[in-house]
């Protein structure tokens, strides 16, 4: 009996051993989780062609990411998979909000990325700001999403050109290529026609700054605006000829550039120069463009059906190709880099914590990836925004398809700058 008594106490005295390692592991060791990343993109609406290119690129960094083993988390003493939420904010400021709200509180997301449009993602980051979530914005380009007073912008970071990026590139590109062509002895005339929202705004306000800080011989004759969504550009190109431009400033998403650009040639007789920016890297861009696109501008830093400049893009190229059947976008590019961008924040925190995670964000130092940085390394400078390499790519039309070449700056240049066959020179 004595024996038997001894036995028991024994294995008690085991047990409570054994459950008290374990209950100090997991005090010390949180029990193991995934990584939950909140995707918030425009699968529906106007602008569901990015989202959906986002969308692809999101899954795809993923799925390489976790195909490795996933993220170590020191804090967890083991690689965590990634786990990828993806909300749709229906291209809709109040849908936006809505559904960033839900990943935010019931998805309980560690990590936001993603949002298009300057409108949508000035409403869509409220809850992100007001919960203090990490959020790495891929696709608005106003400057307004981390620099807004109204709300404090630490969590946000701007993983996308900025309008000023885009105006800086186009004015540039104007001042060395266009204007010794078409104006050697005048100014140079520019029209811009600007979706009218923080993102052309922008575009038009950054115009007019850089023309006068850089000095520049362009002279801005006509500005004309635009509603979200609008697809009738008649009346606004009947006053943009009218005022005689060598070159137009197209500052709108994908659908409505390409609609402007062939009423422009089609109806109005605006046989011009005219230039869209780099949001229109998708494909269905040059689909909807077709001729129409002939020797036309995008402005751009991220060319999947240029010639090949950057092996990263060749590769991603490829393997985006082979699992979704269809040739990339721009703004994809931009969340599949963000996502490896997070998943090196979280390993450098060691931890899952906001706030920790935020600061590694803040400041990470890692080599550039699918988009180019002047000095070829990914960092936020103290607005939390990138520095990226944009170019400037023409449009040809071969018979059959629309092919872009980037001709600017010098040192990336496929091809020389040639006029469209058409083209019709403005005046002063």
Not at 53 to 67: K, Q, S
Not at 239 to 251: E, G, L
Not at 306 to 315: F, G, I, N, P, R
Request: charged share 20%; with cysteine; aromatic share 10%.
């Amino acid at each position: 009996m004595k024996k038997r008594t001894q036995l028991i106490l024994a294995i008690a005295i085991i047990a409570i051993i054994a459950v008290s390692i374990v209950a100090y592991y997991y005090l010390i060791v949180p029990p193991r989780r995934t990584i939950k990343i909140g995707l918030v993109a425009s699968l529906t609406g106007s602008a569901a062609d990015v989202g959906t290119d986002m969308e692809r690129a999101a899954i795809l960094a993923v799925e390489e990411i976790n195909a490795a083993g996933g993220v170590y988390v020191r804090e967890y003493n083991s690689k965590l998979k990634i786990e990828l939420i993806v909300g749709d904010d229906k291209t809709s400021p109040a849908d936006g909000a809505t559904v960033v709200t839900k990943l935010i509180t019931e998805d309980n997301v560690d990590v936001l990325v993603g949002g298009f449009s300057s409108a949508v993602t000035l409403a869509s980051q409220v809850p992100a700001i007001d919960h203090n979530v990490p959020f790495v914005i891929t696709g608005a380009s106003s400057s307004l999403v981390t620099r807004r007073t109204d709300k404090n912008t630490s969590y946000m970071f701007h993983y996308c050109t900025i309008t000023d990026d885009y105006s800086e590139t186009i004015v540039r590109f104007l001042n060395h290529t266009v204007k010794p062509i078409v104006a050697p002895n005048r100014n140079l005339s520019l029209a811009i026609l600007y979706q009218n929202t923080a993102y052309g705004q922008g575009c038009y306000q950054s115009t007019i700054n850089f023309i006068n800080d850089l000095g520049l011989n362009i002279t801005i004759v006509d500005a004309e605006t635009f509603g979200m969504g609008d697809t009738d550009f008649h009346t606004q190109l009947l006053k943009i000829k009218d005022a005689k431009p060598d070159a137009v400033y197209h500052a709108g998403f994908t659908k409505d550039t390409s609609d402007a650009i062939k009423q422009g040639i089609a109806d109005v007789g605006l046989n011009t120069l005219y230039i869209a920016v780099e949001c229109c890297e998708e494909p269905q861009f040059y689909e909807f463009l077709g001729i129409y696109g002939d020797h036309q501008i995008l402005e751009s830093k991220f060319g999947p059906q240029a010639e090949s400049y950057l092996d990263a893009v060749d590769t991603y190229k490829t393997t985006y190709i082979e699992r979704w059947g269809v040739i990339p976008g721009m703004m994809g590019a931009d969340t599949y880099d963000a996502i490896y961008l997070i998943a090196q924040a979280i390993e450098n925190a060691g931890t899952l914590d906001k706030a920790k995670i935020r600061d590694e964000i803040e400041s990470i130092e890692m080599p550039q990836m699918l988009i180019m940085m002047k000095d070829g390394i990914i960092r936020f400078d103290e607005n939390h925004e990138i520095d990226p390499l944009c170019f400037i790519e023409q449009m040809i039309w071969d018979g059959t398809t629309l092919k872009p070449y980037i001709v600017y700056p010098d040192e990336l240049k496929q091809r020389d700058f040639e006029l469209p066959p058409d083209y019709e020179p403005g005046g002063p």
